[in-house]
DNA sequence: TTTACATATGAGCACTTGTTCATATGTTTG
DNA sequence: CAAACATATGAACAAGTGCTCATATGTAAA
């Protein structure tokens, strides 16, 4: 006996449609980097560095101050925006700055903009 | 001394860039929003949950067989995914049928996709 | 080199989240 | 009505996450 032993006897599935979902199914590894996508995306600090750098290549000291936030908290966020290939750095001198690697991002927040504004 | 006490001081923070992001930032309501739409899409079940949904409606039971998972988790995720409006549902006698709610949803996945194929 | 500043990073903790298990609700059939 | 089935939901627990604090690294000025 399988996982549905108790739930969901063979004539009530739409075997076919399984069939049809488990065949085009993305493989593992593809669904896995789509959620850490966008599990980037899901927290409020990364949400508003991304837009603060909507408006322009900025220095952790900017966005600290400008989000009102620690430097550290700060720049623990902004590794994750880089690990993911959010944002890209540049140095210069002391400060280094940041800014949005793609329009992938922009397109991205702009249409769940889009879907909460509904 | 405010929280940047022994960081950034004032010859170094690009002020009018500061003040530009935060007169452009939106309200603190949609930028949570937006972080909590996000969210919803950033764990790997639910994301499968939503690609199988591309082929067709289906109901519970058939996605617990296509993901090998147990109904509850499946149905626990499912209210996620309704309250976040990204899927509808719709009962037929003892099955309810689930489907994506609109066009964002296939939108905010494929941009996603792009991103992490590059 | 020493000092000061900007940024990065590791450890620890409070909080959140996804699953399981048990059970409740809703629907159809007998 | 009772029984069977599909789905929903609450509680509990393990695993993950974001912040803080302390400190390390990197760069420029004295």
Redesign the pocket.
């Known amino acids: 006996m399988g996982?549905?032993a108790?739930?969901?006897?063979e004539?009530?599935?739409h075997k076919n449609l399984v069939d049809k979902v488990l065949a085009e199914q993305p493989d593992e590894d593809a669904l896995y980097d789509l959620a850490?996508l966008f599990?980037?995306f899901?927290?409020?600090?990364?949400v508003r560095i991304l837009i603060a750098l909507f408006e322009a290549e900025l220095?952790?000291?900017?966005?600290?101050e400008a989000l009102g936030?620690?430097?550290?908290?700060?720049?623990?966020?902004?590794?994750?925006l880089?690990t993911s290939k959010l944002v890209k750095?540049r140095?210069?001198?002391?400060?280094?700055?940041?800014s949005l690697a793609d329009d992938h991002v922009v397109t991205i927040m702009a249409q769940g903009l889009d879907h909460i504004l509904e």
């Open positions: 996982i549905h108790e739930c969901c006897d004539q009530c599935i850490e599990k980037v899901g927290d409020s600090t990364r220095c952790v000291c900017d966005i600290s936030m620690t430097q550290s908290a700060v720049s623990h966020q902004l590794q994750i880089r750095s140095r210069e001198g002391k400060q280094v700055y940041y």
